[in-house]
């Protein structure tokens, strides 16, 4: 299994790598712990809501039942909205009692991930060699 993070604030792209055969709870509780911060998603038994931002996703929320369907293939939002309804209430009293901020609308994964790549291999490492001279 593979995970991607972006964060915005941080300026920050990573990604965690598990054999999904070895995953214990404590895997779960550490990469729910990571993900709190840094994704829009809640849990609730087994159910999770997710949002697939644009432009590589499809901007819309989704529910998936990860343990009948770990692949999170089938959206349930339409079949299941009671669940949807209480996942939402969930993510948006996380969302109001934590202070997220919003992402911007025209924010984009890939220009980050550039941006990111840039600056850590470029530009900080020239600024390091005009530091180291002076």
């Known amino acids: 299994m593979i ?10 792209t990573f990604f ?4 999904i ?14 993900l709190k911060y840094v994704s829009k998603w809640q849990f609730k038994g087994e ?3 997710l949002f697939n931002r644009a432009p590589l996703g499809d901007g819309q929320w989704h ?5 009948s369907d770990p692949g999170e293939t089938l959206n349930l939002r339409d079949t299941k909205p009671e669940i949807f309804t209480a996942l939402m209430q969930g993510y948006q009293d996380y969302v109001r009692n934590n202070g997220v901020l919003p992402i911007p609308e025209d924010y984009d994964q890939r220009e980050q991930v550039i941006s990111n ?12 060699f005009w530091r180291s001279l002076f």
């Open 16 to 19: 965690m790598f598990f054999n």
């Open 21 to 34: 055969n070895a995953i214990t709870a404590s895997y779960v509780t550490f990469i729910m712990k990571i």
């Open 3 to 12: 995970i991607h993070i972006s964060t915005v604030a941080r300026r920050s």
């Open 47 to 49: 159910y999770k809501i």
């Open 63 to 67: 529910l998936y039942n990860i343990v």
């Open 117 to 128: 790549a840039l600056h850590e291999r470029l530009i900080k490492p020239v600024q390091e």
